[in-house]
């Protein structure tokens, strides 16, 4: 996360404008856990999803050598 500041500050946003509350936090240099309670699981994943516009595909690069 030491590269990308504000994805902690972000993600525990999304999940309280949802009113889902943090349990427990984990974290290291790659990585941001939480424990939630299971009946808000859906609701933060489609948060978080939005929030990091993780639905979003990148547009396929054509490749210039031919598929067998």
Do not use: W
Request: proline share 4%; charged share 20%.
């Amino acid at each position: 996360m030491r590269s990308h500041s504000g994805v902690a500050s972000t993600m525990f946003g999304a999940l309280a404008k949802e009113g889902i509350n943090i349990l427990m936090i984990s974290t290291s240099e790659i990585k941001i856990s939480c424990v939630i309670e299971s009946k808000y699981t859906e609701l933060a994943i489609r948060a978080l999803h939005d929030t990091f516009q993780l639905d979003k595909r990148s547009p396929v690069k054509e490749s210039s050598t031919p598929t067998p």
